[in-house]
């Protein structure tokens, strides 16, 4: 009955307007604190788009305001616009939802499906100057591994990966396959941002394979740092 329900666009409409609100009010209640801010801010101050890549479990806590259009602790950041990479299954399209309450735009596409077409879009955007960010390990995992398309999109474009974590003190994990991490209100919060990587457009097999390894691993620091942050068990 619900997921029949969940097919009409007004039910979609509605229930995202609702998880927009919640995560409003989230962001709005929590006090977050900032590692190298500076990774980020730097590339805006040149008004060269990036490659905003995070672990899939932590979306919910970066929607509402590291990727927002213009985050309140960012007061100088240049109107670059942010695309978001999603799966374009049933439930990927409610996230698109979501996300679009706080000025996202959403690529429909994933490592698994309509990968290919996503990968072009992408470079489509990051080529007119706009941002995009993607989950290395989405949209089924397996959890906290990046597959080889951050790599590509980074070597293709010439555009660096900026790896950010976050986390917060209030929250629950959900049973999913990636234990997403959904924010309470009233909690104290952490964003770890790691400092930009490259990849040469003339990088080989090997390389491409280091890097992506560096990138996995970057991910999963910035998560344990934020949650450490916070005196929390990093994982």
Known sequence: MLKR??????????????????????HATTRWRFT???????????????????????????????????????PNRPPMPV????????????????????????????ST??????????????ASGACVAITPDGPRGPRRLAEPGVVALAQLSGRAVLCVGASTSRHHRLRSWDRTMLPLPFAQGAVVLAEPILVPRDADAATQAALLSRITATLSACCDQADQALGLAPG
């Open 113 to 126: 499906r309509g990968g290919a077409g996503a990968l072009r879009g992408l470079l489509r955007l990051l």
């Open 36 to 74: 190298n801010l500076e990774a980020a801010t730097a590339l805006w101050a040149g008004n060269e788009p990036f490659i905003l890549a995070f672990w899939h479990e932590r979306l919910p806590l970066l929607a509402g305001h590291a990727l927002g259009a213009q985050p309140k602790h960012m």
């Open 83 to 110: 695309h978001v990479i999603i799966s374009a299954h049933r439930d990927g399209r409610l996230i698109a939802r979501v996300i679009g309450h706080f000025g996202l735009g959403s690529v429909a596409g994933s």
């Open 5 to 26: 329900l969940m097919r009409r666009p007004a039910a979609q409409a509605t229930v995202a307007w609702l998880l927009a609100g919640w995560l409003r009010l989230v």
